[in-house]
């Protein structure tokens, strides 16, 4: 069980462009759902939490413009990196929370690898 | 203002052996940790977890230690297989704060048969 996927694994966009990745939870409704970054080396940082149906909230320094976040059902939500840049090139993770699971743990999504050229 | 921390970037254990991964945090109103386990382009796996009222929690060859007074937690992995080898991350949550969870660096552990 808690099972969390993520479309795509990888996606290479141009400059300018934007991207859209889906989280699922496949197996139980996620209440929240949360988006992470991962630059090589470094820490999960916590982009944004989103709930079901409300608004995402943003970590500090995390452009909400750039980085449009839906969480339309219990299972699914999106995370649309507009006009991106090479710098926005990460690791994308989200994670899911809800349900019958323990309250704090939350179960991540294998990732997608952006490259922006 | 890292909140979670790992001092050991990477670890190198024997097979078979205990594997020992330490974790400080400075932020007293934490009350729930857990520990993830990371290969490389994937997302972190759930490994085990600890809520603030216990100082122990068990599970196979997983144990977690939490002591409070010093705010410090561990992860004892026995006995240590190469499969063991990967990306260990603490994390711990408030109550308050939406329950947000806060990464530890990270710390590479591999496991020399």
């Known amino acids: 069980g808690a099972v969390v996927s993520q479309h795509p694994s990888r996606v290479i966009c141009k400059s300018g462009t934007s991207v859209k990745i889906e989280c699922r939870s496949l197996d139980f409704q996620a209440t929240t759902m949360f988006w992470y970054r991962q630059f090589p080396k470094q820490s999960l940082m916590l982009m944004a939490t989103?709930?079901?149906?409300?608004?995402?909230?943003?970590e500090q320094g995390v452009e909400k413009d750039k980085f449009l976040i839906n969480h339309a059902s219990l299972t699914l939500s999106t995370l649309t990196v507009t006009s991106a840049h090479p710098e926005d090139s990460s690791f994308y993770i989200c994670?899911?929370?809800?349900?019958?699971?323990?309250?704090?743990?939350?179960?991540f999504g294998p990732g997608t690898r952006l490259t922006v050229t | 203002d890292q909140q979670v921390k790992q001092n050991s970037p990477s670890l190198s254990v024997q097979e078979g052996r205990i594997s020992i991964l330490n974790c400080d945090y400075t932020n007293s109103m934490f009350d729930y940790f857990l520990w993830y386990k990371k290969y490389p382009a994937e997302g972190p796996t759930f490994l085990i977890s600890i809520s603030s009222i216990k100082d122990k929690n068990e599970d196979g060859r997983f144990t977690v230690f939490l002591n409070k007074s010093a705010k410090h937690l561990s992860l004892h992995i026995v006995p240590s297989q190469p499969g063991d080898s990967a990306v260990y991350f603490c994390?711990?949550?408030?109550?308050?704060?939406?329950?947000?969870?806060?990464f530890g660096q990270g710390t590479r552990l591999t496991i020399n048969p």
């Open positions: 994670s899911a929370r809800g349900g019958s699971l323990i309250s704090y743990e939350q179960y």
């Open positions: 994390a711990a949550s408030a109550r308050e704060g939406a329950q947000k969870l806060v």
């Open positions: 989103s709930n079901e149906g409300s608004k995402a909230t943003y």
